[in-house]
Structure formats: C-alpha cells, structure tokens
C-alpha cells in the first residue's frame, strides 16, 4: 500500500479532511466546528485503519506533529483542534474554506 | 493485585483525583483547571500502568463512564472534563474543594 499516494490522495480531493480517532474528545471537537458551519469533512479515523500508525508518522513528517486531530483544509494542514476552534473564533476559517476549488 | 482497593484507597486519601491518559489532551485540560486554580492534584495515568484496561473497567461501574478524564473530589467521581470545566465556569468547583477533610 502507497501511504503516502493515499494522505496525499485524501487532501488534494477533499476540501476538508480531519485524521482523527473516533475515540478522541479534541478530534470531535474539531468536526463540531465543521459540523456547526455546515461544511461537509473527510474524518480518517486512524485508530480503525490498520497502517493507521504509520498513516500518523506521514502526518508527523508533513505537519510537524504526530498528533490528532491534523486538520488540512485545502490541502493544506492549518493545525489541530486547538488551532480550528481559533480560527472559527476569529471568524478566519471560513475564508479558508471559500478557496476550495474541489 | 486489589485493583478495586488501589482506587478506593486513591480516591478515600486525596482530594482531588484525575485517572487519565498522557496522551489526552482533554486530560490537560482538566489537570489544567486545578492546576490554574492552584489546587493540588493526584493523576493516574492509566496507558501508563500495567492494569490501566482494568482500572478504567473498574472506573466504569463505579461512575457509569469508561472514558477519561475520570475526576474525583472528596471520594465522589464529579464526572469529566466537560463537568470540570463546566464546574469550574459556575465557580462550584471551589466549595467543592474547601470540604476535603484530607
Ligand atoms: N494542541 C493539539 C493537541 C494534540 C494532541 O495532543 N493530541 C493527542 C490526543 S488529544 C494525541 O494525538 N496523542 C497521541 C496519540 O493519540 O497518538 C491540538 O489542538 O490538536
Ligand atoms: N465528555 C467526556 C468525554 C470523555 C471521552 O470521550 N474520553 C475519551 C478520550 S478524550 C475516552 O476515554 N476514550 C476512550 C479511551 O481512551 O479509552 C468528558 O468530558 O470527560
Ligand atoms: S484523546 Fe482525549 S482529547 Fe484526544
């Protein structure tokens, strides 16, 4: 399997991807941003994908960190939970989210 | 080992007991509330400990919630991080505290 062919798949065909763990409290925080803006997401839930640690270290070496959730919009990684519900809150993801062109 | 014992004993001789996981950021968050409070806390970290599957069983059937953070004030489980921070927001999370006897 091409890991990185697939992350790299993911994010250049989906506005807004969200690799996450279903049992994570901060990656459901992440897609209730999405979900209270109306904006349809990919969720990768790498607790239930079998190359799913070696899906987190591609993440680490893209985005600095080895953490969930990795939130790309654009294909682009603007951060975790942390960094969404700042964006949201600076009224700054939405631009974000108007670049899309897929 | 008398699990069962070992978290009677946490929860009956600290007041304020958080079972948790390190890599949890909703754990921080609640350690976070104490801490910015300048109250002592005991954590458990339980993907740190040998028995940690079998304590969170244990944490389960006494609060009805298999999931962490599980926080206890003065040997009552007062729910998670949501009611932490919830708690904390109301300022019922101080009188809370002033009744620890230990
Ligand atoms: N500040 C980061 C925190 C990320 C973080 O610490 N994530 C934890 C789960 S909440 C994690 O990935 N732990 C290691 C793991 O689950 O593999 C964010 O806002 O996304
Ligand atoms: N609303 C609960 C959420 C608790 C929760 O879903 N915790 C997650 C981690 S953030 C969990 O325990 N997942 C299962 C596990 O880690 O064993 C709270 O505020 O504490
Ligand atoms: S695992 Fe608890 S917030 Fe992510």
Redesign the interface.
């Known amino acids: 399997t091409n890991l990185d062919g697939m992350v790299d798949g993911l994010i250049q065909s989906n506005c807004v991807v969200i690799f996450s763990k279903t049992t ?3 990656c459901k925080m992440a897609k209730r941003v999405f979900e209270n803006l109306g904006v349809p997401y990919t969720a990768v839930e790498l607790n239930q994908l079998e190359n799913g640690r070696d899906v987190q270290k591609i993440l680490a070496s893209m985005t600095g960190s080895a953490t969930v959730p990795r939130v790309f919009i654009n294909g682009t990684c603007i951060g975790g ?1 942390t960094e969404t519900r700042q964006l949201q809150k600076q009224g700054l993801l939405l631009p974000l989210l108007d670049r899309c062109t897929f």
Chains 1, 2 share one sequence.
């Open positions: 994570c409290s901060y939970g």
